[in-house]
């Protein structure tokens, strides 16, 4: 039996965000439908943190009004095809040099 295909990376809908005051709050994406049940996507903040977060250490600093999704900063692995009990030593190594460790 063949694994499953990879689902959809939940650090493409989760993104990190700055306001006009310099502020970074945490967003997700949303599923939307127009009034022809049209789907689409929809940035909005995150409901469940509502607080100001510190910009993460390894992403880039952005203009103000600007979202950023965490994907774009981060790395993918997937475990089986990627050797992971070889390799997650590696990458664990790599994301400790990202944020400066």
Known sequence: MAPDALG?????????????????YLHEACVTADANGVLGWEWRPYEDHAASVL???????MPAGHLRPLST???VHDFMAHDGARNIGTWMDDAARRVGR
Request: aromatic letters at 8%; proline letters at 11%; hydrophobic letters at 35%.
């Open 55 to 61: 910009l993460p250490r390894y992403m880039p600093d």
């Open 8 to 24: 959809l990376n939940p650090l493409a809908v989760m993104a990190v965000g700055r306001d006009s005051g310099g502020s970074y």
């Open 73 to 75: 900063v981060t790395s």
